[in-house]
């Protein structure tokens, strides 16, 4: 039944809506209620005054919003209702002499992308997922991608955004400048900041980047209070973003791509360590089990790689260099590669457009390789695949994984934005064993625990969503997970925005809603 009224969107609840939105490229499956698509800024606050009006009566009612549905954390996934805003809030408007696109949240990558390209520009912090994702979910998630070696991942690209809060009032956010903070919400977050960020920021200190709990750390910066970043990897639990500024930068014209075949995984710190010398602007990799898959599923792209795969070759490094001019690209390259072959890997200079294509699409394609060609009953699980540790000690974390993996005698394959330490693992779980969703909450636990100990963090851009939640006080401790409560409750005090997830995370959601 539709309780909205007034909403001038499309409410929606046939079984076929309700099944898309039932699931994402998470593992769970969680039933909405109804789908609610707003036309406009208005739809959205009437929406959530209705359910802050119920809430007060009694009713159990919440919402999540949800753009391309493509979270691996299962973010948007809820029993409640569910926020679409990619039918009618796609506005594009890019400023080129600004060097910044203005945007609705139910725009997808793909069309902004398309829209920047036209000046030579991009919103850099895309992830491999860009045809598909949207930008609600992209600061839902704080996500990131091959561009985000160099010019970081979405909390660094945005520059203000419009929200509707919990009560369905509006926050336009702007910096201002610490002494001028006068809302009292304002000032309690500016308290928790001096009290608490310094903490959560030495916690964070060893990761390039990360989209767990809240970022507390970055609202304060030289004296200047902006309370966006707090929006950006918060998975809609503050707030439902509407709009968006973001920074475009200019896209490289002169690049070159070297392939580096590697034959272990122990092998690739050393790669990257040399590589990272010569500041390029992204290293991805992929291992030979998801090159296996592409030989099926993307079959021409991965016969005009093959030559990179010798029998003993366990994982391609993708190097991309970019400098001013195409020859000082290609004198940096041609240095890289003497440096790497000091190492004995086996470097390839890519001179040609189409093998360059096929490298580049084998790895953004590589979670849906694994996940989409399973035997039956057997099921890629995203659980620990948004782990990144830093460099220093990645050998250490290669090693205690493969022993964790080793002792739960599980296949796997692995991508990764590899340059900032984001190695994505992606272990194959038998479905059909009763103990299924206990034995992926212990494993994922280990190697939480793992991360914890070595200074990295399990959620670099996919968030925290029902999968990580449970883990988020073991890992940042019972202090810190207080703070994030507090921030929740002073934004969402009755929890009507997507309340299972950040600090309303649970195991007892893995079991419910792991679709087996
Ligand atoms: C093949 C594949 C490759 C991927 N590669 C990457 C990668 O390289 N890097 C990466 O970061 N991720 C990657 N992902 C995960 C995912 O695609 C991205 O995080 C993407 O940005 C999610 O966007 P979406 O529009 O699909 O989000 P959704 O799934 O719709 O939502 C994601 C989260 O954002 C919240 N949200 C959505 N809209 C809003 C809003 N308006 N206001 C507040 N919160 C909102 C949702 O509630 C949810 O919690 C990949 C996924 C796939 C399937």
Not at 209 to 214: A, F, H, V
Not at 252 to 261: D, E, F, H, I, K
């Amino acid at each position: 039944m539709n309780i909205f009224s007034g909403f001038e969107g499309d409410y929606e609840n046939s079984d076929a809506v309700l099944t898309k939105h039932s699931t994402d490229a998470s593992v769970f499956k969680v039933r909405p209620q109804g789908v609610l698509y707003p036309r406009s800024v208005e739809d959205i606050s009437l929406v959530v005054k209705t359910l802050h009006e119920k809430k007060k009566g009694g009713e159990d009612v919440s919402l999540s919003v949800r753009a391309g549905g493509t979270c691996m954390s299962g973010g948007s996934l809820h029993p409640g209702y569910i926020l679409n805003l990619t039918r009618y809030m796609n506005k594009i408007e890019v400023n080129p002499e600004a060097l910044t696109a203005t945007v609705e949240m139910g725009a997808y990558f793909r069309d902004i992308e398309a829209e920047a390209l036209k000046h030579g520009l991009m919103f850099a912090s895309y992830p491999s997922s860009k045809m598909i994702c949207g930008i609600g979910g992209m600061i839902g998630n704080n996500a990131s991608g091959e561009q985000s070696l160099r010019h970081g991942a979405t909390i660094d690209n945005v520059i203000s955004l419009q929200v509707v809060l919990a009560d369905g009032s509006l926050l336009h956010t702007t910096k201002v400048s610490l002494d001028k903070v006068n809302s009292s919400a304002d000032k309690i977050l500016v308290d928790l900041h001096a009290e608490f960020a310094s903490r959560l920021a030495e916690r964070l200190k060893g990761v390039r980047k990360t989209s767990s709990g809240y970022r507390l750390d970055r609202i304060v910066h030289d004296n200047m209070f902006d309370i966006a970043p707090l929006f950006v990897g918060a998975q809609g639990t503050l707030g439902i973003v509407t709009h968006a500024v973001l920074r475009l930068v200019p896209i490289s014209t002169y690049t070159r791509l070297l392939l580096v075949s590697i034959d272990s995984l122990e092998a690739l710190p050393a790669v990257l360590k040399t590589v990272l010398t010569h500041n390029p602007e992204c290293v991805e990799t992929f291992d030979v089990n998801t090159f296996k898959r592409a030989e099926q599923y993307l079959a021409e792209d991965a016969s005009r790689i093959k030559f990179c795969f010798a029998d003993e070759t366990h994982a391609l490094v993708l190097v991309e260099l970019s400098e001013d001019t195409q020859e000082e690209t290609d004198r940096v390259a041609r240095q890289c590669v003497v440096d790497l072959e000091k190492l004995s890997v086996r470097v390839h200079y890519v001179d040609d457009q189409v093998l360059f294509a096929s490298a580049w699409n084998v790895r953004r394609h590589s979670f849906s390789l694994m996940r989409d060609n399973n035997e039956s009953g057997f099921r890629a699980v995203p659980c620990i695949e948004d782990s990144i540790v830093p460099l220093a000690v990645f050998d250490v974390f290669v090693g205690g994984l493969i022993e964790i993996l080793a002792r739960y005698n599980l296949s796997y394959a692995y991508h990764g934005h590899i340059g900032e330490g984001a190695l994505r693992v992606i272990p194959i779980f038998d479905m059909r064993k009763e103990d299924v969703a206990d034995t992926i909450i212990s494993f994922t636990r280990e190697v939480v625990s793992l991360l914890s100990r070595l200074g990295g963090n399990p959620s670099a851009d996919h968030s925290d969503g029902i999968i990580r939640s449970p883990f988020l006080k073991e890992f940042y401790g019972e202090d810190m997970f207080d703070v994030f409560h507090t921030i929740k409750e002073l934004f969402d005090p009755m929890h009507i925005l997507n309340p299972y997830k950040k600090t309303g995370g649970t195991e007892e959601n893995i079991r419910r809603w792991l679709d087996r």
